[in-house]
């Protein structure tokens, strides 16, 4: 099953090859990222679509159509040049990164966390918490902590 660490290298390796958009699964998982990155203002759009392109008007998701569904993700360039540099996953199946508020207080700062280098200026972090997926800000906002997914400057 595709995790977050897929879409980080889809998408760095759609903005490494200039794609207008990607097609990524449709995921849960992947939407809340994407929908983090387009808030952002990493990408452009994010839609629904089949695994050819994307919808030009409704379809339901259903079990005869699933596995061809997916999101497109309308990648965002300026002077063209990608405004995503670079997206890494940070948490990852053998080794998973929980962080509590305090620690990503500290990322925040732009000081390390665990084993995790601060965030620097204009880069973002996205992880999953009990208020589900957010950006690093929102998360202390909350008062929550969670896993940190990718990081994305």
Request: aromatic content about 6%; hydrophobic content about 40%; overall charge positive.
């Amino acid at each position: 099953m595709p995790r977050h660490y897929d879409l980080c290298a889809r998408v760095q390796n759609g903005f490494a090859a200039r794609l207008r958009r990607i097609a990524v699964p449709d995921t849960k998982m992947n939407l809340a990222i994407s929908n983090v990155l387009y808030k952002e203002g990493f990408i452009a759009g994010v839609s629904r679509g089949d695994h050819v392109q994307p919808d030009t008007t409704y379809v339901p998701t259903t079990p005869d159509n699933i596995a061809t569904r997916r999101l497109w993700l309308e990648l965002k360039y300026n002077n063209d040049e990608p405004v995503l540099k670079k997206m890494s996953a940070v948490s990852k199946p053998s080794k998973k990164i929980v962080m509590k508020v305090e620690e990503l207080q500290n990322l925040a700062a732009g000081n390390r966390a665990q084993f995790i280098k601060g965030l620097q200026p204009g880069e973002i972090a996205i992880l999953t918490t009990n208020y589900g997926v957010l950006e690093l800000r929102d998360a202390l906002e909350k008062g929550a902590g969670g896993e940190l997914l990718c990081r994305a400057i």
